[in-house]
């Protein structure tokens, strides 16, 4: 049978949309349950300082402001910040689309990007399996829902650890 890309773009791309629902579909009905309930909705809640470092939130809302690259947010003098300034543009992006505000910026991203990274790893699955359309969707699949890609290396040391990474771990049935 003749490999098909334009059908299996297509079956991608739906599943890439279905992948950004699974993200982004629990942290929108919390902001529409509580902007409901008369309440303000923030997507990240800051509780120590530090937080505002690792994700990239403040910097982003920075560069938003015009000031890019990122640099130190609590010095008068722009010193330079150690965080790479990609993340953080990106998400900038994201805050002028939705004219400044952060927590659309937040579920957009949160749409966004497991859907391209889906798509990454279908690309992958496509060359590993040999153009094999079935193993690509599952290994597309397998790589953003479940916390495999992050530790595939240990993933096939023994029948234990792959149950504990694969199967435990697959994110619509646990989280």
């Not at 982004?24 to 923030?42: D, M």
């Not at 982003?60 to 609590?74: K, Q």
């Not at 992050?150 to 049935?173: C, Q, R, T, V």
Request: charged fraction near 15%.
């Amino acid at each position: 049978m003749k490999f098909n890309y334009y059908k299996f773009s297509l079956i991608a791309v739906l599943f890439a949309l279905i992948v950004g629902v699974l993200y982004s579909a629990p942290q929108f009905l919390i902001k529409r349950n509580i902007e409901k309930s008369g309440h303000e909705f923030v997507a990240n809640q800051f509780i120590r300082l530090d937080d505002g470092g690792d994700a990239y939130f403040q910097f982003a809302r920075h560069v938003y402001e015009g000031n890019f690259p990122p640099g130190d947010l609590s010095s008068k003098e722009k010193l330079p910040n150690i965080y790479p300034w990609l993340p953080p543009a990106i998400l900038a992006v994201l805050i002028k689309i939705f004219g400044g505000n952060v927590n659309m910026a937040y579920l957009a991203a949160n749409f966004v990007f497991p859907a391209i990274l889906f798509l990454f790893f279908c690309i992958i699955g496509l060359i590993i399996f040999h153009k094999n359309r079935l193993w690509s969707l599952f290994f597309g699949l397998v790589g953003v829902l479940t916390a495999a890609s992050l530790s595939a290396d240990s993933m096939f040391f023994s029948l234990d650890n792959f149950g504990n990474i694969f199967a435990k771990n697959f994110y619509p049935l646990v989280k």
